[in-house]
């Protein structure tokens, strides 16, 4: 499990360079996380616009057939598109990741940054799941926290509980906007 915050790009304080290496070094990250364990997420700030954007490649051919939903476009309010959404686009292809935003139950894209006074709306907050999580998404909610600019993510999958009890056990994931902190618990068995 990671998260991550990305500095927004722009002409005078963080150039287009610094956010490539940003995007390198996570994907370095992403590569050693999967040597041990086939179960990741990636989720935070990326300060990155997807659109409709599509991270479905070859490297998908597994998760496509598991999750043959992944092929459909992308739900999106928030349409636009800037290159660090491409960069992280093109991580999820490299890495066979899904982007959920817009793919899972519960989220369509909506906006996650409000910015102070309400009077903006973006999704610069992002989760990136691995096959074998993404198949486990029950549900995601976003929170507007009122305390933040940006909403709380919350993802909810399905797991088996130790000993083999009820597969019908939810874990839920949240993440807080720019609060590089998570906060994931046990929810109980779903009645």
């Known amino acids: 499990m990671g998260a991550a915050y990305i500095n927004p790009q722009s002409s005078y304080l963080i150039p287009v360079r610094a956010v ?21 997420v990636l989720c935070g700030d990326f300060n990155t616009h997807v659109g409709k954007l599509s991270e479905v490649s070859d490297t998908h051919t597994g998760f496509v057939l598991d999750c043959p939903e992944v092929l459909e476009t992308r739900r999106y309010v928030c349409n636009s598109v800037n290159n660090a959404g491409q960069l992280l686009v093109d991580l999820a292809a490299a890495t066979s990741m899904a982007i959920a935003t817009g793919r899972v139950v519960g ?20 989760m990136l799941l691995s096959p074998a999580l993404y198949k486990l998404v029950c549900s995601f909610k976003m929170w507007d926290t009122c305390a933040s600019d940006h909403a709380t993510l919350s993802t909810e999958f399905r797991v088996n509980a130790v000993g083999g009890e009820s597969a019908n056990t939810k874990f839920s994931l949240d993440y807080k906007g720019l609060q590089p902190g998570m906060a994931a618990q046990p929810i109980g068995p779903n009645k």
């Open 20 to 40: 490539q290496t940003h995007f390198t070094d996570l994907f370095e990250d992403t590569l050693g996380a999967f040597q041990v364990s086939p179960k990741v």
């Open 107 to 126: 989220d369509d894209g909506q906006p996650s940054f409000t910015g102070n006074y309400g009077d903006k709306k973006s999704r610069p907050d992002h």
